[in-house]
């Protein structure tokens, strides 16, 4: 059979399966919405279960294995000739920032099914088996508080979670620890504590997430999809504070007071003007501050503040920049705490070094790209995702951007089917490729 | 009788009475406590009502006439030979900010209260009413949101208070309106509304109002009382805003964001920075955010912001240097907000221009002072205070300052029973001499 037929044959059966991809985001969405706007699907929380069951129902429909591991990652398999040899995977997350798009997550994770169903409904019968994976609290810096590493759910599956976070990441929600969260949801963290994980460089080949573009890029760009070269790393801080002393708004003296919130403008002015200087020198760095308050319990118009939390979050592509400037930022919370009498407390920051695609992969998902008539550009990506774990696992990956019409983490989020139609056609001629 | 024979017997009158005194202080306090810290009485709310019936109960005692005006604001009179006479008046109040120092306010009351009972103990007949006045309300601004002027309690009984104000200021805690907080504590919202107030610069001969500092000045001079000279005028902002919009903190391109809390923290920064010129150059001025805060049911560490809210507290004591600051303010916030994309909304901004204390007044305490061999420095008040209002209705008025170890809106704040009897002492001698 010439490859031309087989590409319209694989065209069919993607176009075949296209209306249950819509249905099953219309379903999840419609079951997740959040009354202030968006979709709320906490990690181990009611939404990303919702997404679990609609992906275990249809792939059991379609006679896909499914089982899920003690994290509670589901893995919807059409299984390969040889079980031992080891597997390819795709798949993304379907739980959502609070007052989220309906997208991301769920349509990488939906995409990956369809993917494996068409497989299968094509006949294939792979070498290794192809595993489509609902992947478990993607958004939980969203969720859990307290000490941890984000990406739950991928870092229990690929070993990546260190034991003390499932103990020291904490619900914002429920208040219950990470372990407790697992249990609470049915799955056995008692087995995530013991290991050995479920994933790892011996019996994963490789792993492709399709994501929907958190950024206007692709929109700019007028095309439907996009091959990410490398993933952002990113300094992040949860549980920043500066504290300075509460006194009388009118009364003491400027010059004697300890306030918490000058500090604070100051230091987020001055991280921002370097970052600008960065960009503008041709470095990529993002700085934002999403989370900043003062304490409602105590704080009046006419009190100067005493105390002052905040988050921070700085991405860049580059670990030589990016190590500096978290340094950087310290030293400025010294200086300006110390010439202020106050004291900055930035508290524990995540790091995560920036992470790069797979160039073999890349070039794959161009080669078919190409036969698929898509534009496809290379760009990097802004985000974290579960790829850059699967690449810290040392498990080669890549990833697929779809264009995103209202940006992310954001209710405006929107997909078009058309997008995302070309977007699970690439998947699926990149893991039949591979099968 | 020699006047140092007087003087004794002012002196032991007051000393006689100074046990009520510290009785009704801890009282208040002890029935006051907030498990956070410090003291919380709310505006129209049961810790200012605790301190209203501590004062009608001892004034009661004392055979001093009760009565209350529609605002609730009570006063306790000795009479005057000729009732037509206008009347001196001294008092605070007895509400306080959350969490705040058990003095401010309940002093000047406790102080007012001490110091009629002595004039009546010491068997004056004093020609006009002598009458202290436990004031409504004075910290409303912690408590009441919406569009209103401050001070509520006062400026009902002046006739200061816009009727509207009694429909647009909603108290924080019960989202009651200022008429419904009246009446609901048994008071006449209507009356307040149709008037005419209680008191005018006719009825009125003048108003002398003790008070902590609410600054470390005293402390640092080491002298327990001190004459205010005027009092700062404010620009005050309850509900400012800066408008964005949200998106991923990770993949929108820095120049392509509407941060809000960016865009908050360069307004913030720059306004300390010219308010740091002005005072270099001579002018007082402070200058505090007493309230920051990112909408808590959206913010996330992985969003840029869209949204923020605070409030801002501008002090001055040179109407020639605050009003144009106000302007300035607005002026930066349209030209970082056309900048960054973002818009802000500074809300009303409450003007309180600066007042002036009576010169002659000033005088008798200085001269009283001396005699009862106490240092009182003239300093400025650096917050508004009741005072402020007698002044607004043309009623010539005055203020003492006791010392403050521990600052003020702040459950640190205390006085010593010894810098009290100072004030007491001189409030006693001062009414004396005007009676």
Redesign the interface.
Known sequence: MRSVDNLARTIAAVDARLPLAARLLEELRARSLDE?GGVTRPSYGAGEQIGHDLMRAAATEAELAVTTDAAGNLYATLPGMDRATPRWISGSHFDS???GGNFDGAAGAVAALIAIMTLRDLGIRPRQDMVAMAIRAE?C??WFSGQHGGHLGSRAALGLLKPSELDTAIHLGTKRTLAQSIDDAGFDSVAVRRGPPLLSAGNVRGFIELHI?????LVREEVSVAIVTSI?G?V?A?DARCIG??????????A??Q?A??A???L??RV?QY??QL?AAGDD??????????D??????????GD?RF?I?L?CQDANVLLPLNSLLQDYADEIGARRNVRFDLGKRAVAEPTAMDQAFRAVLQQQAGLLGLAAPEMP????HDAAEFVRANIPSCMIFVRNTG????PDEYMELADFRDGILLLACFLLKMA
Do not use: M, W
């Not at 990506?381 to 974290?384: E, L």
């Open positions: 202030g920032v609070p007052r958004e810096s969203s573009e958190q950024g206007p890029v952002r990113t992040r949860r002393a509460y006194s009388h708004s009118g009364a003491v003296p400027q004697l007071r306030d919130v000058l604070t403008a100051e987020i002015h921002e970052c600008d960009r760095v993002v700085f934002a501050i999403g989370r900043l308050h003062t409602a319990a105590v704080d009046s118009l006419s009190k100067v503040p002052v988050t979050d991405r990506c802004g985000a974290g940006e992310s983490h954001n």
